[in-house]
């Protein structure tokens, strides 16, 4: 995907979450299918919260020389937590962190798209995102979350 188109398919796939969530069953929105799987909304919400550290770490990326941040990892109290979310709120969140990281992306200049962040993940490593990078990730947790939250995700299919 070239970087400037980004923040569109960011809103786009915003708006596909706010057509699943709002349709879906209350139950099994709130229902995890097996140990280890989250329920929909909370992968709704932890979309949420990537966009808003994406967000966080593209602007940090135009600031600084290659900062370093850590891994991104909600605890389970905030994972439990997501599965009180009103349904409403959450896609006026998704909604608004995707309108503000499509704003950063579309500031990023042509020479910028290049700068890096470094993601220090501990024991997991470390990992170097470009800003192209970053706003190409978000996209794809985005997506690749919808999937998992329709239960349509094929793990066969993935690399």
């Known amino acids: 995907m070239p970087?400037?188109?980004l923040g569109d398919h960011l809103?786009?796939?915003t708006s596909a979450w706010r057509e699943f969530l709002v349709h879906a069953d209350e139950?099994?929105?709130r229902h995890s299918p097996e140990p280890g799987v989250f329920s929909p909304i909370q992968y709704g919400a932890h979309v949420n919260g990537i966009m808003r550290v994406t967000g966080d770490r593209l602007l940090l990326g135009m600031e600084q020389d290659s900062p370093v941040v850590p891994m991104f990892n909600p605890g389970q109290d905030e994972w439990a937590s997501y599965n009180l979310l009103d349904v409403e709120e959450l896609t006026?969140?998704?909604e608004r962190s995707a309108g503000?990281?499509?704003e950063i992306l579309?500031?990023?200049g042509p020479t910028d798209w290049s700068r890096t962040v470094v993601n220090d993940r501990g024991t997991y490593g470390v990992y170097v995102f470009t800003l192209a990078g970053l706003g190409r990730n978000v996209v794809?947790?985005?997506h690749h979350h919808l999937l998992d939250a329709k239960g349509?995700?094929?793990p066969a299919a993935s690399p």
Do not use: F
Request: glycine fraction near 8%.
């Open 106 to 108: 579309a500031g990023v």
């Open 140 to 142: 794809h947790e985005s």
């Open 100 to 102: 503000r990281v499509s």
């Open 27 to 29: 139950k099994s929105l």
């Open 3 to 5: 970087p400037e188109s």
């Open 92 to 94: 006026g969140d998704l």
């Open 11 to 13: 809103v786009e796939r």
């Open 152 to 154: 349509t995700l094929n």
